[in-house]
Nanobody
Framework: QVQLVESGGGLVQAGGSLRLSCAASGLTFSTYTMGWFRQAPGKEREFVAA????????YYADSVKGRFTISRVNAKNTVYLQMNSLKPEDTDAYYC????????????????WGQGTQVTVSS
């Protein structure tokens, strides 16, 4: 079955950086658009970033554009999220996901997602 395992979350001061990783298995990774979303308990899922199967096209939420970078290494079945200039409002659980389809650069649906990794940014 499909498994997505995130790592790299933690506690960081405002202005700091973190790099999240997501190791995927159980699917032909190189054929899927991958992405990250974040979600706090009781709140709606918020799209963060997406990257197409080839890595040639990337999409970002306006709230993270210019600060976050999504990338992938298909040979390692891994997708990354480099997060710089972190703000307290970036505090959330971050989830790696297989994206079913994109519509105007935003996921129309998510097919699979992992257990999440917590990112906490202190002020």
């Amino acid at each position: 079955q499909v498994q997505l395992v995130e790592s790299g979350g933690g506690l960081v001061q405002a202005g700091g950086s973190l790099r999240l990783s997501c190791a995927a298995s159980g699917l032909t990774f190189s054929t899927y658009t991958m992405g990250w979303f974040r979600q706090a308990p009781g709140k709606e899922r918020e799209f963060v970033a997406a990257i197409t199967w080839s890595g040639m096209d990337t999409y970002y939420a306006d709230s993270v554009k210019g600060r976050f970078t999504i990338s992938r290494v298909n040979a390692k079945n891994t997708v990354y999220l480099q997060m710089n200039s972190l703000k307290p409002e970036d505090t959330d659980a971050y989830y790696c996901a297989v994206i079913g389809s994109l519509r105007h650069g935003v996921p129309a649906n998510y097919k699979y997602w992992g257990q999440g990794t917590q990112v906490t940014v202190s002020s």
